[in-house]
């Protein structure tokens, strides 16, 4: 499988193939190029991109899927006619044994409070939540990703000196800021799902549910703690009620996020190719029926330091 997969973000970008190149121009003027045969999707996150036809016709004969975005969210899925290995990956995915399917979501989950426990440590390193968070993050229990969660989020509200928090979806305050962020690490998981040819309704944990993305769920989940720092930073530097509004400077310093480089098993990455990382780990893993070549990211491989 071609290894590339083309992020186009520029606010306007013009996009066709010559002679086997897919060319990109911007709006500035700037051209880019690359093979196409050393490329996998290509991912559209411009506001205003012009596709020319040929492009269409020479990704479908090199096997190239097109993903279309509006506000960073997948919303068109464009495949060749055949595409004969992502056939043999779903079908991977769909029989996955038991067990490796079990032992993937426990890497995930190790992987997610091991970041929580790294995160706790920078925002409130005294206190006693922090200190059992790095203990539970470390053992093997059943109910380990929600006794983790508990004890984070007691950690994150003593850094930020807020009382009687609750985390929840429909619960205000913090959770919209929280909630936004979460929307837009959703939006990168899917882009790098799709890239890879994985379907993201067949998760490993999540609940399949009418138009939703389990294996997206899960995936981001090693994930998630980079948003709950970007956002503790966020309002840790606005004391005042008015930080707890999804405002436009808001929405643009949470998106931030994502473009963090950090060191991952020796390469200088940002946080959206560490992503695509864990993804190819993973299909990799369904590929060859062993979790042993999942890789999710976590501070025991990186030499992140929760960047600034």
Not at 231 to 244: G, I, M, N, S, T
Request: net charge positive; hydrophobic share 40%.
């Amino acid at each position: 499988m071609s290894y590339h997969i083309v992020s186009i973000d520029s606010p306007q970008a013009d996009l066709t193939c010559r002679d086997g190149q897919l060319v990109s121009t911007d709006d500035k003027g700037t051209k880019r190029q690359l093979p196409l045969e050393d490329v996998a999707a290509i991912v559209v996150t411009s506001f205003s991109a012009r596709i020319h036809s040929h492009l269409f016709l020479e990704a479908a004969k090199h096997g190239v899927s097109l993903i279309i975005c509006e506000r960073f969210q997948p919303v068109s899925l464009l495949l060749p006619a055949c595409r004969s290995a992502d056939t043999l990956l779903t079908r991977r995915h769909l029989t996955l044994d038991e067990k490796v399917r079990r032992r993937l979501w426990e890497k995930t989950i190790d992987a997610k409070c091991l970041n929580q426990a790294a995160v706790a440590g920078l925002v409130a390193p005294k206190s006693d939540a922090t200190r059992e968070l790095a203990r539970a993050a470390q053992a093997r229990t059943a109910r380990k990703e929600g006794g983790c969660a508990k004890l984070f989020w007691d950690a994150l509200t003593v850094g930020l000196r807020i009382e009687g928090f609750a985390r929840g979806r429909k619960l205000g305050g913090l959770n919209d800021l929280l909630n936004y962020g979460y929307a837009v690490l959703l939006s990168t998981v899917l882009q790098k799902l799709y890239g890879f040819g994985l379907d993201p309704t067949v998760g490993i944990s999540h609940a399949i549910r009418e138009r939703s993305a389990p294996l997206a769920y899960d995936l981001m989940e090693p994930f998630r703690p980079c948003v709950d720092w970007r956002v503790y930073q966020w309002v840790k530097d606005r004391p005042h009620e008015e930080a707890f509004v999804v405002s436009g400077e808001f929405r643009r310093w949470v998106t931030g996020f994502a473009v963090q480089r950090v060191d991952y098993l020796g390469l200088d990455l940002d946080i959206r190719g560490v992503i695509e990382g864990d993804v190819r780990s993973f299909r990799q893993a369904v590929l060859n029926g062993s979790a042993r070549h999942y890789r999710p990211w976590m501070w025991k491989n990186s030499k992140w330091a929760g960047w600034s």
